[in-house]
């Protein structure tokens, strides 16, 4: 142990240091004052439409913005948009097991400064979330041109949900010609292929992950069972299939399906009472297969004035699998108790609406932009073995939003941007509505040296799904309130001698935030309202250095909190307070190699009921090395959790663990 702790610390050293001191030597490189060359440095990775629906080089945009281009997220390792995502400063990462895998509608939620809802998800700008959930583990990597984020509140251009930030997935226009396979422990298996033109791209994604037991440990504290079980993850396999067409110039096609499935098997590992029952370690408690599938279809259009986007995704996610002991007390029968019964459930979420704006240039210091949109959403419970389910109506509604925003160059420093939006429902029993705002200042000290201060207002409805779920382990809540924060945010952004600096001071404060609560004597949950706020500070730079070497870190201290009635504890903090972040790529020749690093700490387990406990830290760790011996070949090896540490990856109650050591052995070649 004291062996594996000091080279955990060396691999955090290792991933930090290297950057401070790359900075003390380009400082003294020749040239470095050139911010011309910075520009040229920048220009490729810098410019961000999200944040304000109009292109700017990062540095000119007031809010706190990270660009991951494909050429990054290939360096890293990353298999899918989840993983590109999950060693990201400010981020923090939660996994239901091996290869991303999640269990139906619990699923990987990318939790920005300490909240754990409100990520407002974009494929090409469309909302892609079905319920306010999302798969990303479901996006191939290889089909990402570039992913967009912006953190703090998002409602005032892009709605509900856009609360802790926006992560906006670019999709590639042009499929490159290219086969890959990969092999790797655990019965890992790859196969893409990818195959276009500038007007046409077909690609075809899949991968499989067979077994990875001890995914998680969970005590048994039933009426007549108690005891630990544990949860084998088998056959966690994806799919992904779809076509870009390139219309025109201005106009392009974009259609995805895609897939996942995973067994989850849980057995009892200890038994210290059972009330007569004979129940003996090794025997099954109980079988849960999910299934998710998702379609999603764009009609995207875009010149200098005018941008417009169609989108129609639908979604369906089945849980199935035998029930051997019983979970919920009842007239019938006691928790704990041997049954032989069927579990099920099914639902399927669909949404297809528009959003459209129109950018005006009034004289050469004022732009205005005025957009509208619209959203049809139907939650529908399809017809499955459990009662409750199919008790359950369909329910949708309209979703309704008009935004302008205002940016005005008072002089060649100050710059403000203003934004209004108004929001309402129609067509369903309880309708919303919300009007917020946003003010945004830049000072520009120089064209490479900005400083920001920003007010953002949010909102989020709450779903169907969280009022009058479909599961029998879930309560309604028909009078779930609407959620409404509001995030304050002074930064500094720099792009100089090959470093590109940015500094964030934020504080978050949201009223009624939606939260699910466990009942572990009922064992079942409910969502509710309650309240949330965290303040902190980010600082990350990405440096250029000399032959072949780049780096890059962050670090984020936060004090995330909430306050629920179910405790009547008051405020209580919730995930970790500290994060580090880090990489290293060298590229020589014909090699490339690239390791990275998330290490979170200070964390605690916030359970529904009990008071908050503090938890160990999990250290994220991949590693990539690639050779090209050509410009059609490449060999790539990486590696993910390199230290084959057991974290555990959940901030909540439950235990779910990371995959140990494993690698993948891939192939390309492009034709």
């Known amino acids: 142990m004291k062996k594996k702790r000091w080279l955990t610390a060396g691999i955090i050293l290792a991933l930090s240091a290297h950057a401070p001191l790359a900075l003390a030597a380009e400082d003294g490189a020749p040239g470095g004052n050139d911010s011309t060359s910075a520009i040229d440095v920048y220009e490729m990775d810098d410019t961000i439409v999200t944040a304000t629906r109009t292109a700017k080089k990062d540095v000119d945009v007031p809010a706190s913005t990270m660009v991951l281009t494909a050429e990054k997220i290939k360096e890293s390792g990353a298999t899918n948009a989840a993983e590109a995502l999950s060693q990201l400063n400010g981020f923090t990462y939660k996994s239901f097991g091996a290869n991303g895998a999640s269990m139906g509608t619990m699923n990987n939620e990318l939790g920005i400064r300490g909240n754990r809802n409100g990520t407002l998800v974009l494929v090409n700008g469309n909302p892609v979330a079905w319920r306010t959930k999302y798969n990303l583990e479901m996006i191939p990597a290889q089909n990402i041109e570039r992913i967009e984020i912006v953190k703090g509140g998002g409602s005032v251009l892009y709605g509900s949900e856009a609360m802790a930030g926006v992560v906006n997935i670019i999709l590639k226009k042009n499929n490159p010609n290219e086969v890959t396979v990969g092999f790797g422990n655990y019965g890992q298996q790859k196969y893409d292929l990818s195959i276009g033109d500038e007007i046409l791209g077909i690609h075809l994604h899949t991968d499989k992950w067979d077994k990875q037991e001890g995914a998680s440990f969970s005590d048994l504290d039933y009426t007549k069972l108690k005891g630990q079980s544990r949860t084998d993850i088998l056959d966690a396999d994806k799919l992904n299939f779809g076509f870009n067409w390139n219309i025109n110039p201005r106009l392009q096609m974009v259609y995805d399906f895609f897939k996942t499935e995973a067994d989850y098997q849980r057995f009892i590992t200890r038994v210290d009472n059972s009330a007569g029952q004979g129940v003996v370690p090794g025997e099954q408690f109980n079988g849960r297969k999910y299934t998710t599938e998702q379609h999603v279809t764009q009609l995207n259009y875009k010149d200098d004035k005018w941008k417009g986007n169609l989108y129609w995704n639908t979604g369906t996610v089945e849980s199935e699998g035998p029930t051997y002991f019983t979970t919920t007390d009842s007239r019938s029968s006691i928790s704990g108790e041997r049954t032989d019964s069927r579990y099920n459930t099914r639902e399927r979420n669909t949404t297809y609406g528009f959003d459209g704006q129109r950018i005006w240039e009034i004289g ?117 309130k609407p959620q409404y924060g509001i995030n304050y945010e002074i930064g500094w952004k720099q792009n100089h001698n090959k470093h590109n600096w940015r500094l964030a001071i934020f504080h978050t404060d949201i009223t009624d935030n939606i939260a699910a609560k466990w009942d572990k004597k009922k064992t079942s949950y409910t969502y509710t309202n309650e309240d949330f706020r965290n303040t902190g500070i980010e600082l990350s730079c990405d440096i250029s250095g000399t032959n072949g070497w780049s780096y890059q870190y962050g670090v984020t201290w936060q004090n995330p909190e909430t306050k629920s009635e179910s405790k009547k504890l008051g405020w209580e903090r919730t995930q970790g307070k500290l994060q580090l972040t880090g990489g290293i790529t060298y590229k020589k020749d014909k090699w490339t190699s690239s390791l990275s690093g998330s290490y979170l700490c200070s964390r605690v387990m916030s359970p529904s009921k009990e008071p908050a406990y503090a938890t160990k830290p999990y250290f994220l760790t991949s590693w990539r090395t690639s050779y090209a011996p050509d410009k059609n070949t490449e060999v790539a090896l990486s590696v993910d959790n390199i230290l084959d540490r057991k974290d555990n990856l959940s901030h909540s109650s439950s235990y779910y663990y990371s995959a140990p050591v494993n690698y993948l052995l891939s192939f390309s070649y492009k034709f």
């Open 364 to 480: 050469d210091k004022s732009t205005a932009i005025l957009g509208i949109s619209g959203q049809h959403e139907v939650y529908q419970a399809l017809p499955a073995i459990s009662t409750k389910g199919n008790s359950i109506k369909n329910r949708m509604r309209n979703n309704w939003g008009v935004f302008g925003q205002w940016e005005q160059h008072f002089d060649a420093k100050n710059t403000g941007i203003f934004g209004l939006r108004e929001t309402w429902t129609t067509g369903a029993a309880e309708n919303y509505n919300n009007l917020s705002g946003s003010l945004q200042w830049l000072h520009k000290m120089n064209d490479n040296n900005n400083l920001y201060a920003s007010v953002n207002q949010s909102f989020i409805m709450p779903t169907f799904a969280q009022m009058f779920p479909s599961s029998d382990n879930a309560n309604p809540a028909p009078d779930l």
